[in-house]
């Protein structure tokens, strides 16, 4: 029996690349998470997967960096099939023979890379908010008010209204009224 698992990222990304490999790859169930792979926990259908892997069982991944982004995640996971005696087949890596401790180290190694190209990533997401923070780049998420509105809510707070009177004008909650003073 041939069990299958994809992940993506993001809840906005599209499965059906991965899931269409595992299919043709002979896949009889088919386990799918939507979640970042910069943490190894929080894939429930990974769990899945190989809980059902059985004697001579192969799990098939479509791309390995999509089960793991570390080393040791790697190794845990190709751990727990073995114990299940089943197999791992990666369709990217299909020159791995993954039946032998060459390729299950070689699989080591792929997981090591992930796990460096996550740190690559998370890296120059870093340094790219940093250099657009030096720009004046402004984050999160944009201001209900407008410049003009915030000034004509601050003077009513200053002359003594409440911000549970202000907040229906502008059709906001008190607590965006409450945040202006801080």
């Not at 915030?150 to 409440?162: I, M, N, V």
Request: contains cysteine; proline residues 2%; aromatic residues 4%.
């Amino acid at each position: 029996m041939k069990i299958g698992y994809a992940r993506v990222s993001d809840p906005s990304q599209n499965l059906d690349r991965q899931i269409a490999a595992l299919r043709a790859e002979g896949c009889d169930k088919v386990f799918a998470d939507k979640a970042s792979g910069k943490a190894i926990t929080g894939r429930p259908q990974l769990e899945k997967a190989i809980d059902a892997l059985g004697t001579g069982h192969t799990l098939v991944v479509a791309e390995w960096d999509r089960a793991t982004r570390s080393a040791i995640d790697g190794m845990r996971i190709i751990l727990r099939v073995a114990d299940r005696e089943a197999l791992i087949k990666v369709l990217d890596r299909a020159y791995l023979d993954l039946t032998t401790p060459m390729g299950r180290g070689l699989l080591g190694l792929f997981s090591g890379l992930a796990e460096d190209e996550r740190q690559r990533i998370v890296k120059r997401a870093n340094e790219g908010r940093t250099i657009a923070r030096e720009k004046g780049v402004k984050f999160g998420r944009k201001s209900k008010l407008t410049e003009h509105q915030k000034q004509k809510a601050l003077e009513r707070l200053a002359a003594g209204e409440s911000a549970r009177e202000i907040a229906p004008d502008y059709n906001v909650s008190h607590s965006t009224i409450v945040r202006l003073k801080a």
